[in-house]
Structure formats: structure tokens, C-alpha cells
């Protein structure tokens, strides 16, 4: 008897966001972003499209931006929200580069890393293609309404107003 089975393999995390795990964690953009600040009220987060006053004072609102990823490794649809402004700072570079400018054409790679009490971010991307065809059907078919965190509503249950 062994302590795990001998073909047992940990199951993807089932997380409908993405995380950015210590090395390289690779996505590809799939929608538009909203952007919005989000703050803090009972432990519950407050997200707001402007900023405003911190509920709490000790707790500084943060910006965020979110959109809808394709995670390469558990081949999944899932929301980015980014507020580590380094990650944010290199992909509008690549957004406002002419060469390059619409970050839904390459997978972005992040590597985290941790040097002492601080954690670096690099972010590479792969060459520019078309997503493949699997890729294209699950967004085709997702039903992620990325506007329902402005309310506090779970984006993947919620229905578009429409």
C-alpha cells in the first residue's frame, strides 16, 4: 500500500480566476476589460467605476482591471483581475506598442517570482497567432457577464441585461 495511488495526479484547481502561481502561469485575453476600484466594507469587497473615499481609512482602495482569459494550462476560461501594477504597466505597454498594440492576439506569461519580503512580476508573450479553434468555441459558448462584479454579483451565474 502506498500513500497515493501510483497514476494519481492533483485536479486542476476548479477556480473560476485566475491566480498567479510561484513560475510561470500562461493566458491568453480573450474580451475587453472593465476597469473599477475596489475597496473594503465588513471583510466583503466594494467595487466602484470611480474612486472614492476609502470606507476603511487603514485600507487604501486599489484599482483593477478584469477580462475574460483562456488559462493554457487547465485549457479554461476564466477572469483576470489584475491590481499588481507591474502586470498592468506591461500590458498596456504591449496594448499602446504599434507593433504589437491588441494583447488578445499572444499568450502573455507571467513568471512570479519572490525576491525577500517582494514579489517580482515578468511578462513575456508568445508569438503573435490566431486562437486555435478550441479556444474559439468556449468563448463563443461562455457566458461570463464581467459586469456583474460592479454590483457584487457572481459573474458566472449572472445574465447580461439584454
Known amino acids: 500500500m502506498t500513500f497515493?495511488?501510483?497514476?494519481?495526479?492533483?485536479?486542476?484547481?476548479g477556480w473560476n480566476?485566475?491566480?498567479f502561481k510561484k513560475g510561470t502561469t500562461r493566458f491568453r485575453i480573450m474580451s475587453d476589460s472593465i476597469t473599477w476600484y475596489l475597496d473594503w466594507k465588513d471583510n466583503k469587497p466594494v467595487r466602484t467605476k470611480e474612486l472614492k473615499p476609502a470606507i476603511d481609512p487603514e485600507r487604501k482602495p486599489k484599482h483593477f482591471w478584469a477580462f475574460i482569459v483562456w488559462d493554457c494550462e487547465e485549457k479554461k476560461l476564466k477572469i483576470a483581475e489584475i491590481t499588481q501594477?507591474?502586470?498592468?504597466?506591461?500590458i498596456l505597454a504591449l496594448?499602446?506598442?504599434q507593433d504589437r498594440w491588441d494583447p488578445k492576439w499572444?499568450?502573455?506569461?507571467?513568471l512570479r517570482e519572490w525576491e525577500g519580503m517582494d514579489t517580482k512580476y515578468?511578462?513575456?508573450?508568445w508569438p503573435k497567432e490566431n486562437a486555435s479553434e478550441e479556444l474559439q468555441k468556449a468563448f463563443e459558448k461562455q457566458t461570463i457577464y464581467l459586469e456583474a462584479l460592479?454590483?457584487?454579483n457572481d459573474p458566472f451565474?449572472?445574465?447580461a441585461p439584454f
Open 4 to 13: 497515493l495511488p501510483a497514476n494519481y495526479e492533483q485536479p486542476a484547481s
Open 17 to 19: 480566476y485566475l491566480k
Open 85 to 90: 501594477k507591474g502586470i498592468q504597466d506591461a
Open 95 to 97: 496594448y499602446k506598442d
Open 106 to 110: 499572444y499568450d502573455l506569461k507571467v
Open 122 to 125: 515578468t511578462i513575456t508573450t
Open 150 to 152: 460592479y454590483d457584487g
Open 157 to 159: 451565474t449572472t445574465d
